[in-house]
């Protein structure tokens, strides 16, 4: 999420929950630098005639302005369900990044009868941030809530932006914790899980080629925030087509993470991230995650396409909403589809994980990356590589060593003659 949004995020719950009428006096002054550093890459007038019409707004917006329903307030978005109940989106804070941007995960309280769902959770940083949009639920949309009213918490996946929050949301609620069974695992013996996958991680860094201080630098950052999460026992563990909490029907999308599922509720579709819009979702090689894995994620998409028929709406955990989930769907699969043949482009010539990752990003995406985006570079290319090995068969491993031959060498790719 870009600081702009925060900021009108922050204006907007200071003037409708909190009732300060300067809340968007401020903001004028406060978004200028932000607009002169990225006037690039910002559509301002479309930010400033949100602005203009924000101010417009009376004390008590309808729930039915156009307003609210299209930025809603804070981020919290409502949708009424034709069945009665209702689904509030609730952006929430879960790390920092960069001057520009940082990381922001959206969850979703679900209101069916009597019965309040909230689906994913964010991290440990989430706290203040759900608590403000629960509050905008009750003061802006009339639903009177609090986090200690949640009866059941449901995981779309076990990646920490959607679960780390549990350590705060368990202990406030008590909830009964809903996951895929394949994802229960990574909850209730989070030490134990994350132990194991950090060998996994080294393994797969080794045999890429990368240099050995690199590989220790990235380990120390992908425990970051994380070691101190104590897992917690899993209430229901479910499965494909299972109907849980408040009705919604479970749709299980392997691929980004294992347990992995889409929701659905009469018309609506809870994504995960499954179906993301401006990115394609982070791909995994299944050889440190099993269960995930491009085809995996490929047959995935096709799952969910085939479900979206009377789909009115998809609603993801990052990004804007999908109103064309299959259409949405298959160009994802277009892209790692390009992404395969720009890889066979550059294979000219047996090459590590780590210089077919370093080209591919450098000659095909004109960038440098930097950061843990290195890592992330390499488990996304991995995952392309592996498929174009064992489902596509189009490349295959130089000299006969293979990622399973040996857990210390150097493994290399090349094209099938
Ligand atoms: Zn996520």
Known sequence: MDKISQKIFTAEFNRFVLGDITAQQDLDAELMPLFSQNFLRVDVPLIQRRIRSLRE????????SIYLSTHGVRGVMRYPLIGGGTIYKIPVFSFPMTDWKDHWTATYLVAAGDTLIL???GT???ETSLREGLEVVSRVYDEPVTLEDVEHIVITHAHFDHFGGLRFAMEATGAKLWVHEWDAHTLSNYPAEMTKGRERIKRFLRQSGMPGPEIETFMEMHVHGKADFPGYPVTHAFRDGERIAGGMEVIHTPGHCPGLCCLKLDDVLLLGDHVLNHVTPHQFPKIYTSGSG?????????KIASRAEGIRLGLPSHYGDIHDVERRSMEIMNEHNHRI?????DLDRPKSLYRITEDYYRFRRGREITGYERLMALEEIGAHMEYMNETLGIVRFADGISPE????????????P
């Open 57 to 64: 707004l009376p004390k008590k917006p309808q729930l039915d």
């Open 119 to 121: 689906v994913d959770t």
């Open 124 to 126: 440990h940083l989430s």
């Open 294 to 302: 491009l085809l995996n994620y490929m047959n995935s998409l096709i």
């Open 341 to 345: 043949a720009d890889l066979v482009k």
């Open 405 to 416: 031959s040996d857990p210390e060498a150097l493994v290399r790719y090349e094209s099938c």
